[in-house]
């Protein structure tokens, strides 16, 4: 079964995701306002939708009809369809990369967009072979302080 903090991480990578394409700020917005109260929320959402389905969870601050269907597709199937959509586009692991210190949502775009990089391991061998140097706007302190956080990681 899903916890509340499982569901919040699925639509915050969503937003990620969505703000990565540089698309529609309300989706963002939206999604990203779902996930905190959902984070938050004190009962189990998977308890609330069983008992009372899409229309129990409408009554969440800023789940609406489409976002408590979602919901209600993510606790009984592990997925759904907009999810699916943008993660055939581009790997859910892609902002995995947020984790680091040092990535931002600009540089993601960067590392993605112009690297092509998807995962936190291509991106230790990136930074291992010397690839910060290439990264626009990014000087010493920068990079060392992305080692270092990829060493905390334990991925570098």
Not at 1 to 26: G, W
């Amino acid at each position: 079964m899903l916890t509340n903090q499982d569901i919040a991480d699925v639509f915050r990578r969503l937003a990620n995701l969505i703000e990565l394409l540089e698309d529609d700020p309300f989706r963002i917005r939206s999604y990203r306002t779902a996930a905190e109260t959902i984070e938050d929320w004190p009962q189990s959402l998977a308890e609330i939708a069983a008992s009372g389905g899409a229309t129990a969870l409408r009554e969440l601050p800023g789940v609406g009809p489409g976002i408590s269907q979602k919901i209600i597709d993510l606790l009984a199937t592990g997925t759904f369809n907009s999810y699916e959509a943008i993660t055939a586009r581009i790997p859910a692991t892609t902002t995995d990369l947020l984790n680091v210190d040092g990535v931002g949502m600009n540089m993601l775009r960067t590392l993605y967009h112009q690297f092509q990089l998807t995962n936190l391991q291509d991106f230790a061998k990136f930074v291992a072979g010397g690839g910060l140097d290439r990264v626009p706007k990014l000087g010493e302190k920068g990079q060392a302080r992305i080692r270092e956080s990829l060493k905390q990681l334990g991925v570098l």
